[in-house]
């Protein structure tokens, strides 16, 4: 059984923010999808679009990152009500891990009980090269952050175990083999994967690539593991993408630079745009 703090008082935080939301547009959506870097103009595909921009909305975080516009666009993607959330924050601009995962809860409050997110990461696994596609099978929080400590959504624990409430999957596995089948009948190839959260802001080093890898990842980032462990708190279904920019730091010749994640994330940005349009559309579906 899941032990949780009190809804009403969780909500209660969110309401000045869901107002401002409500006065822009009445849409309650069914999937969330939030977008990383280089890949905001997913959100062009949808359709019947309203934008909400973040300085608007009460203890919405302001992103600093290029490529992060800060904003949620509603609308609908294959017929089903979503919002993007176009601008994530991160762990390294300085905010506490619960402010940068808002968001998630903000959305989760309008109705959407499921969730894509999307990143760019460095490559590990040797075989994947930039512009491949991953599906996230796993995670390795390295950051060693939650957005659940020190917060009154931290569940209290009802036993010895100091657990409290039944552990969920973390990526919904039926919604990605259901994705992964969407893809191959789209030809559009994906991977699957391990990956790892770092804080950052600055790139790994070799040495800590080499041990990521030893420890099972398949790609790095700074991001997605705050937004999916808020998510997986509040009962949301989970389909998480990379998009490999880069090899990982150490593993190729030359400087990594930001310029290069936006430059392969608006070259992958076709078949990407079709593989989140195939796993909207089964999301339903099983």
């Known amino acids: 059984m899941f032990v949780r703090s009190d809804p009403t008082a969780r909500d209660a935080a969110l309401t000045p923010a869901i107002d401002t939301v409500r006065e822009h547009t009445s849409l309650e959506p069914q999937i969330a999808l939030i977008l990383g870097s280089g890949l905001g103009a997913l959100a062009d595909a949808a359709t019947d679009t309203t934008v909400v921009d973040g300085p608007e909305i009460p203890g919405y975080p302001a992103s600093t990152v290029s490529g ?35 968001p998630v809860r903000l959305v989760h409050a309008l109705g959407a009980e499921r969730m894509v997110v999307t990143n760019s990461a460095g490559g590990i696994n040797r075989t994947f090269h930039p512009g491949t596609l991953m599906f996230i099978t796993g995670h390795l929080n390295m ?43 789209l030809d559009v190839d994906v991977r699957r994967g391990v990956y790892a959260w770092t804080l950052g802001p600055s790139y790994e080093t070799k040495a800590e690539v080499e041990a990521l890898e030893r420890l099972g990842a398949d790609a790095v980032g700074m991001s997605t593991v705050p937004e999916v462990l808020q998510a ?39 078949p990407l745009t079709t593989l989140v349009r195939g796993v909207v559309r089964v999301a339903e579906d099983g």
């Open 68 to 102: 992060h516009h800060g904003r949620l666009v509603f609308g609908r993607l294959e017929d089903t009500p979503v919002v993007f959330v176009q601008g994530r924050v991160h762990l390294y601009e300085g905010y506490p891990v619960q402010t940068l995962t808002m």
């Open 143 to 185: 950051a060693f952050a939650a957005p659940g400590v020190g917060s009154d959504r931290t569940p209290r624990p009802t036993g010895g175990d100091g657990g409290g409430r039944r552990h969920r999957p973390y990526y919904d596995a039926a919604w990605t083999d259901r994705a992964e089948d969407v893809a191959r009948a």
């Open 232 to 270: 997986q708190e509040l009962g949301m279904d989970v389909v998480g993408l990379s998009t490999i920019t880069n090899p990982a730091a150490g593993l190729a010749d030359g400087a990594l630079d930001h310029d290069e994640v936006l430059e392969v994330g608006a070259q992958v940005r076709g």
